[in-house]
Nanobody, 123 residues
Framework: QVQLVESGGGLVQTGGSLRLSCAASGRTISSYALGWFRQAPGKEREFVAA????????YYADSVKGRFTISRDNTKSTGYLQMNSLKPEDTAVYYC????????????????WGQGTQVTVSS
């Protein structure tokens, strides 16, 4: 079992930045691919970014490419999502997720989820 806890969300103006953290416990995080997803009111949960076991490969949704950066520090059992140039359409609850080994881009492939952290971007 892996427990995930997100932090770092909040209210920010358009163009601002936030850094989300995902603290993992229970198992060594180095065996798990990490993903970030988000869900806005009335919408389905969508893929934002993912990172491979050692951080060597990263993947992004087109909507965030060039603005968001996913990273991880396995020594701290923590994943990160640096979000720059935020837009109102980035407003959502952001979730960290983990699955064994292989990176996927759909929520159903992830076994472990955090509780989510709210990100609100004001115009």
């Amino acid at each position: 079992q892996v427990q995930l806890v997100e932090s770092g969300g909040g209210l920010v103006q358009t163009g601002g930045s936030l850094r989300l953290s995902c603290a993992a416990s229970g198992r060594t995080i180095s065996s798990y691919a990490l993903g970030w997803f988000r869900q806005a009111p009335g919408k389905e949960r969508e893929f934002v970014a993912a990172i491979s076991l050692n951080g060597g490969s990263t993947y992004y949704a087109d909507s965030v490419k060039g603005r968001f950066t996913i990273s991880r520090d396995n020594t701290k059992s923590t994943g990160y999502l640096q979000m720059n140039s935020l837009k109102p359409e980035d407003t959502a609850v952001y979730y960290c997720a983990a699955r064994k080994i292989v990176v996927y881009f759909t929520p159903k492939e992830y076994n472990y989820w955090g509780q989510g952290t709210q990100v609100t971007v004001s115009s």
